[in-house]
């Protein structure tokens, strides 16, 4: 994250609450685009921030995933039909934990990155209140474009809400729900096996941002 | 001496071919997935719909190219990365890739796509000449001519041949009956390579298909390493993105005119 320092940051985020305060008459296609310019460039700027802990950071994210990302209906379309099929007074626990492992794995994925920059380049309205909103990561190493869509769903009251992100063409959400399938296909009525499977990754990804931090402050000191 | 040399492009594809081969005479052999009870058809579709029958074979091939990854190909390509340059292995990226400009302009025109026919043609001649032996996608970078990839699997697979069941081939991981059928032809329909093997250069294909898998392998060695740390089921993961991305390249990335039946999986309420 060498070319974000904290200053550009600061500066795109200036220009970006500019640009969403102007007084114009934006569609709702325009809103989205808006919404996911916003949230990448939020998350670029926590993931770049190298004066804060792997928790911190991943704290950060976690609210800026929670306003952004309609998560309790992420949870319930990758577990597909087994929502009704599992014991139902663990679907709660189940969406929580979900939750969590999924904001701790694409943190960790977003880390790798280094400086690049997104570019969101234009909203297709699907139908109403349906969008893809369609970004470019542009690499700094002169490495070929990432193209990643976002898919936008209109929620009433709660607003514009990210539903699934799709990498190239590959949907994170289908991704996902085809690796819960797989799971859930040995134990249709029976979700412990994939809380706990869920719940290691989140203590294994806990356990090596303490020690990454634990050598930070190493470093440091 | 030289006619052992004569032989090595031949033995190389025969010996891909055979691998092929011996992978689908394999998995006639093998255990099956059991499938679900017919009482259940939610199962059973869903059974259907993986297409998968030989899982568990399928899983252990994968396992087995996981451990040649590990403690072969990610190496090499650790290495190919540190030890030569950036410029260099973009060179020989494009080289792999203009080698391969005739295998789509087959496939371009096989699937009637003249206007993409026409495009990897010029860049195969630009690329070849200006562009030093491939070494500079001048096409790409200078004339607005894009790269695209076609093969013979797309071309089956527009010609309405069925995807076939999903296989883990050993050393070449995901693929599905359609799309190997597809690589065995690929392998023996490059003009190129005959040509090289004809003017004794036999070495030409196997270190062009060395280069491809190992530059490939290190330009994804960060992100595949994220990938499998937190998947859920890597197994399951794999078959998904490919067959997303299999999908992707048959409809030349242009997402299918959307018909009524079609139903939106992310408007079901589950």
Known sequence: MKLFTPLKSLLAGAVLFLTATAPTFATQADDAKAMVQNMATEAITILGNDEQTQEDKINAFTVLL?????????????????????????????????GTYLIR?????????????????????????????????????????????????????????????????????????????????????????????????????????????????DNAG | MTQNKTNTGQIARQRTAKALLGAALVLGLAACATPPPADDPIAVAEFKATNDPIEPLNRDVFEFNLGVDRYFLKPVAKGYRTVVPELGRDGLRNVVNNLQEPVTFINDVLQGEFDRAGTTFGRFLVNSTIGIGGLFDVAGTQQGMDRHVEDFGQTLATYGAPEGPYLVVPFLNSTSVRHGVGRIVDAYSNPLFYAFDHAGEEWVQPTAMAIDVIDARSRNIESLDEIERTAIDFYATARSAYRQDREKEINNGIAPEPTDNDVDPFDVDY
């Open chain 1, 66 to 98: 929670s306003r952004d990302v309609d998560l309790d209906f992420v949870a319930r379309f990758v577990l597909g039909r087994y929502w009704r099929t599992v014991q139902q007074d663990r679907l709660a626990d189940y969406a929580d934990i979900y």
């Open chain 1, 105 to 217: 794995a694409n943190a960790s994925r977003l880390s790798a990155y280094s400086g690049e920059k997104i570019e969101v380049v234009s909203a297709i309205e699907e139908k109403a209140g349906r969008y893809i909103v369609k970004s470019v990561v542009r690499q700094n190493s002169g490495a070929e474009d990432i193209n990643i869509d976002w898919r936008v769903r209109d929620r009433g009251d709660q607003g514009l809400k990210i539903v699934d992100i799709m990498i190239e063409g590959i949907s994170m959400a289908l991704t996902q729900r085809d690796e819960f399938k797989a799971v859930m296909q040995r134990s249709p009525k029976d979700i412990e096996p994939l809380i706990d499977i869920m719940q290691k990754k989140i203590d294994d990804s806990k356990a090596s941002d303490s020690a990454a931090d634990a050598k930070v402050a």
